[in-house]
């Protein structure tokens, strides 16, 4: 069985900060390709995410149901959701879980002078129920060292892409059967979060073919 494709979330080409994030109302040719016809594209996937630091608006669709979020590099911006299609339970928008989404992009608040990201389309949106530095931990764990033994950090570059998995997330991966039944119960807490992380890190990133949701 072949090895998923995925890269890592600290790989900030493909998961950028806030500061990072391509302007709503000018052409980043670092996010973006200009099309013959006069059309924007994106050249390569990517993904924000941050945790949610606070919550008190996130009920109030007037205000966009607007959270406030911690990136990667610790600092805090809000994310408003006006959905024009797309299904998110709002419910979710609580604080210590992660919000990840993708194409996301920076735009000005009405006074012009604060920044922020603006969500319409939810179908690109996931929270995850889980504060930022557990899931990045759990993502170095598993997903940053498939060349390695889950339960005893040997290579199982020898083994091809016949190496044992949990049969689960499929991010678990082994040198034997022996240490896949070892790890199971250590496993066993960071298998849901895997699966859950599986859905955002495994596909291709470095190009463009279509826009790629979370959901349809």
């Known amino acids: 069985m072949a090895?998923?494709?995925?890269?890592?979330?600290?790989?900030?080409?493909?998961?950028?900060?806030?500061?990072?994030?391509?302007?709503?109302?000018?052409?980043?040719?670092?996010?973006?390709?200009?099309?013959?016809?006069g059309m924007l594209l994106p050249n390569r996937t990517w993904t924000f995410f941050g945790e949610i630091v606070s919550d008190t608006l996130s009920h109030i669709s007037m205000l966009g149901h607007r959270v406030e979020v911690r990136d990667v590099t610790g600092s805090v911006h809000s994310v408003l959701f006006f959905p024009t299609s797309g299904n998110l339970n709002m419910e979710d928008l609580r604080v210590g879980h992660t919000v990840f989404i993708r194409y996301a992009m920076r735009c000005f608040f009405s006074d012009l002078a604060t920044e922020a990201i603006k969500v319409e389309d939810?179908?690109?949106?996931?929270?995850?129920?889980?504060?930022?530095?557990?899931?990045?931990?759990?993502?170095?764990?598993?997903?940053?060292?498939?060349?390695?033994?889950?339960?005893?950090?040997?290579?199982?570059?020898?083994?091809?892409?016949?190496?044992?998995?949990?049969?689960?997330?499929?991010?678990?991966?082994?040198?034997?059967?022996?240490?896949?039944?070892?790890?199971?119960?250590?496993?066993?807490?960071?298998?849901r979060l895997c699966c859950e992380l599986s859905e955002v890190l495994n596909l291709s990133f470095d190009s463009f073919i279509e826009w790629v949701p979370f959901r349809q």
């Open 3 to 37: 090895l998923p494709t995925h890269t890592s979330l600290q790989n900030r080409l493909y998961f950028p900060a806030f500061g990072e994030l391509p302007p709503a109302d000018d052409l980043d040719n670092n996010y973006f390709t200009e099309q013959p016809n």
């Open 122 to 191: 939810l179908n690109f949106v996931k929270v995850i129920a889980m504060n930022l530095d557990t899931l990045l931990y759990t993502a170095s764990l598993y997903f940053d060292r498939q060349s390695n033994c889950a339960a005893c950090g040997g290579s199982v570059a020898t083994l091809g892409g016949a190496a044992p998995r949990c049969e689960i997330c499929q991010a678990a991966v082994y040198c034997s059967p022996s240490c896949c039944v070892i790890n199971a119960p250590a496993h066993g807490s960071f298998c």
